[in-house]
């Protein structure tokens, strides 16, 4: 099993890869490129560490100027958009008002989104 700087050496070297390729992946999928088993990641607190792990790499970008790479990592069912520690613990964080309204998240998700990509792109 990977150590906490294994693992946010592997996310965020993931997160630059994804936003290069104007993709997204799920928390679980993140889990499990990791090979941590999602049901077992809860008991063995894997969730916890990959969420500290997307707000320090949010925080760190956010203090070089750059979008939240965190943006990035979505739910795979529901609103499938980033869990609400992006929208309200991360944006306290980094200075940011706390985002609560649903269609406000989306409308502030879709602009970091387009900020990823365009910061990211790969150069063909």
């Not at 809860?42 to 100027?65: A, M, P, V, Y």
């Not at 613990?89 to 365009?118: M, T």
């Amino acid at each position: 099993m990977l150590n906490y700087a294994q693992m946010k050496e592997y996310v965020y070297k993931r997160l630059k890869e994804l936003a290069s390729k104007e993709d997204l992946i799920t928390y679980s999928d993140l889990l499990r490129e990791m090979s941590i088993n999602e049901q077992d990641s809860w008991e063995e607190g894997q969730h916890k560490k990959l969420r500290d792990i997307l707000g320090e790499i949010s925080s760190e970008e956010h203090k070089k100027g750059n979008p939240l790479l965190s943006a990035l990592v979505i739910h795979k069912e529901g609103d499938q958009l980033p869990g609400k520690g992006f929208f309200a613990g991360l944006f306290e964080q980094i200075g940011r008002k706390p985002i609560l309204d649903p269609d406000e998240r989306l409308r502030v998700w879709l602009l970091e989104i387009k900020k990823l990509y365009k910061k990211w792109k790969q150069k063909n």
